[in-house]
């Protein structure tokens, strides 16, 4: 990497296109239609951080511990069933010390026609770690995904979605069909690294489609965001409303131990009934969407 001046503003312009260039939308993958015909595409995700977020910040807190452990005993299996109730198939993210520790969910969730993805090691953030560090880190994680889940994964979502310089060329290295880690547009687009096109699909998530910014709770910090379940499955409707609209993607992120909760799993039940009633509407997991608008674009 390039060492650069200390103030932007002393940058050259080699310098900044240089950076801009790193992992840059390119050509849109949205396809005319989607499968069947539909109008709309909806593919929801869970991200099954569990007991990593404080393993992650070196806490050893059991109280914090067990806010994550509620994500395997409480929250997957809730998910699970709202998913067989309503015949919907989706994508589950893992980082590698979760799916260490819950084998056993990994499986279970694979067997039942889930996709499995890569999520980091330990939720590590990328762009704090040491040269090397992250290419080491993510192709152990998908080996051990391979091992507990039985399919080696073909996509990634880096953790929190920090992307580092050098998480794409990680990306080509692995060969994978797709990222969900960056938000230049709404619906799927071509990855270009300094113009070129990589033949990697992104598949743009945004943390307004995310539920732990409404409803994650920080004891000992002064700021604690709080959004009741109704003020979320309004914002969550509105976004699909909007992608139905322009026969868009309408891409949703969870995490077990934030939407597994009884008023959340109700608000996510509501809402998938309500998408499904809708019509023109296809559910797909990341990996059929990544497909099938990869497919489409030729």
């Given amino acids: 990497m390039t060492q650069l001046p200390e103030n932007p503003w002393e940058w050259s312009e080699p310098q900044w296109r240089e950076i801009v260039g790193r992992a840059r939308a390119g050509r849109s993958l949205a396809p005319k239609s989607w499968p069947g015909g539909a109008r709309c595409a909806v593919s929801l995700s869970f991200d099954a951080d569990h007991e990593t977020i404080p393993l992650r910040d070196s806490d050893q807190s059991p109280m914090r511990i067990s806010q994550g452990q509620y994500g395997n005993r409480q929250g997957v299996p809730r998910i699970r069933a709202l998913l067989r109730k309503h015949g919907v198939k989706a994508s589950f993210f893992y980082p590698a010390v979760s799916a260490l520790l819950h084998p056993r969910e990994v499986k279970e969730v694979a067997d039942e026609g889930h996709e499995i993805g890569i999520h980091s090691w330990i939720h590590e953030a990328n762009t704090k770690l040491p040269p090397g560090v992250e290419r080491d880190l993510t192709l152990r994680a998908a080996d051990v995904l391979e091992?507990?889940?039985?399919?080696?994964?073909?996509?990634?979502?880096?953790?929190?979605?920090?992307?580092?310089?050098?998480?794409?060329?990680?990306?080509?290295?692995?060969?994978?069909?797709?990222?969900?880690?960056?938000?230049?547009?709404?619906?799927?687009?071509?990855?270009?690294?300094?113009?070129?096109?990589?033949?990697?699909?992104?598949?743009?998530?945004?943390?307004?489609?995310?539920?732990?910014?409404?409803?994650?709770?920080?004891?000992?910090?002064?700021?604690?965001?709080?959004?009741?379940?109704?003020?979320?499955?309004?914002?969550?409707?509105?976004?699909?409303?909007?992608a139905l609209a322009e026969g868009g993607l309408f891409l949703l992120t969870m995490h077990p131990h934030v939407i597994g909760h009884r008023s959340r799993i109700s608000m996510l039940d509501r809402l998938v009934e309500y998408m499904k009633a809708q019509p023109g509407v296809w559910f797909g997991t990341h990996e059929e969407v990544a497909r099938w608008c990869k497919e489409q674009a030729g």
């Fill in 147 to 242: 091992k507990v889940s039985g399919r080696r994964p073909v996509g990634m979502r880096t953790a929190s979605w920090d992307f580092s310089v050098d998480t794409l060329p990680i990306i080509r290295e692995l060969g994978l069909l797709y990222d969900s880690s960056l938000m230049g547009d709404d619906d799927p687009y071509e990855l270009e690294e300094q113009g070129e096109p990589t033949g990697i699909v992104e598949l743009p998530p945004e943390w307004i489609r995310d539920d732990a910014p409404y409803f994650n709770f920080v004891r000992f910090s002064a700021l604690r965001p709080y959004t009741p379940p109704s003020g979320v499955e309004e914002i969550f409707r509105a976004e699909f409303d909007g």
